[in-house]
Structure formats: structure tokens, C-alpha cells
């Protein structure tokens, strides 16, 4: 096994779980769905692109026919997650104090 890919993977892991504490946190903390948005965007889309490509790979062998990219497709869905993340954080919540008696 390269040293490089598995630092690269062990990177890519370490940034991933920095960004889900991230989200959770900032979630947790105002619970603004904005963070669940993004989440989606940064980090669920881009798996399911990933499994997409393989089951699309798996199938261009076994039938030898040309592999079809998603492209636009997958950077649409992707950029839309992101929006709807942008306006979902942009906009003012309104937070009313906690009473106390």
C-alpha cells in the first residue's frame, strides 16, 4: 500500500468528521437548518456521486459500452444544496431570550 494514499484518505476522514462536528455544532447552536443544507452539500451529495459513478463504471464493463458522466447533473444538485444552505444561513433568525424567573 502508498503512504500518500492512505495519509490522502486519512486526511480527507479527519476533514470530513471536523466538518460534521462543525455543522453539529453551529445546528446545535441555533438551529438554523442552513447547517443541515450544507451538510447535505459538503458532505452526503458527493458520496452518493461516488456510488452513482461506480454502479455507472460497474455497468460500461460488463456491457462495454461507453461510460456516461453525470456532469452538469451532479454540479446543479450540488450548487443547488449550496444555495439553498446560503440562504437558509443568511437569513435572521429570530431568537427570543430564554425567561427567567
Same mark, same amino acid.
Given at each position: 500500500?502508498?503512504?500518500?494514499?492512505?495519509?490522502?484518505?486519512?486526511?480527507?476522514?479527519?476533514?470530513?468528521? $471536523?466538518?460534521?462536528?462543525?455543522?453539529?455544532?453551529?445546528?446545535?447552536?441555533?438551529? *438554523?437548518?442552513?447547517?443541515?443544507w450544507l451538510g447535505a452539500? &459538503? &458532505?452526503?451529495?458527493?458520496?452518493?456521486?461516488?456510488v452513482i459513478y461506480a454502479?455507472? #463504471?460497474?455497468?460500461?464493463?460488463? *456491457?462495454?459500452?461507453?461510460?456516461?458522466? #453525470?456532469?452538469?447533473?451532479?454540479?446543479?444538485?450540488?450548487?443547488? #444544496? &449550496? &444555495? $439553498?444552505?446560503?440562504?437558509? #444561513?443568511?437569513?435572521?433568525?429570530?431568537?427570543?431570550? $430564554?425567561?427567567?424567573?
Amino acid at each position: 500500500m502508498e503512504w500518500g494514499l492512505v495519509i490522502g484518505r486519512s486526511l480527507h476522514i479527519f476533514v470530513q468528521l $471536523a466538518l460534521i462536528v462543525l455543522l453539529v455544532k453551529g445546528y446545535i447552536q441555533t438551529r *438554523n437548518m442552513g447547517f443541515a443544507w450544507l451538510g447535505a452539500a &459538503l &458532505l452526503i451529495w458527493p458520496e452518493i456521486v461516488k456510488v452513482i459513478y461506480a454502479a455507472q #463504471l460497474k455497468a460500461a464493463i460488463q *456491457n462495454a459500452t461507453r461510460l456516461e458522466m #453525470l456532469g452538469p447533473v451532479e454540479y446543479t444538485i450540488g450548487s443547488t #444544496l &449550496l &444555495l $439553498a444552505a446560503v440562504f437558509h #444561513l443568511g437569513r435572521r433568525q429570530s431568537i427570543t431570550p $430564554a425567561r427567567t424567573s
